[in-house]
């Protein structure tokens, strides 16, 4: 179990808030105060490329998996543009149902000033 920075455990509050609102990278950013690269990023290392350690070890290193803990799905939105009704297509951040389920307390107890 790898350590989760403080951003990434801000995100993680946020979309167990709002998954069923339907949000993308760009929400979280605008609701965070952070920027959307910054979002991308922590999604992608913390959550989308999650690994853990499977128990073997191979040449004396231990051998990891990926266990994406959030997914990107694709999905469209309709904008208005000048009148017109415009369909976008974007990426709704979601957990994975080992997201849903992952223990994520322990590093809650390293991050003193953050609330759950």
Known sequence: MGKFSEKALLIKKYVEEHESDGITANDIAEALGLSAKSVNATLTAAFTNH?????????GKKVKEV???MVRTVGEIEEEKDGKILHKSVKFIEFTEYGRTYNYEAWWKELPGLKR
């Open 51 to 59: 690994k853990e350690e499977t128990g073997e070890e191979v040449d």
């Open 67 to 69: 266990k994406p803990l």
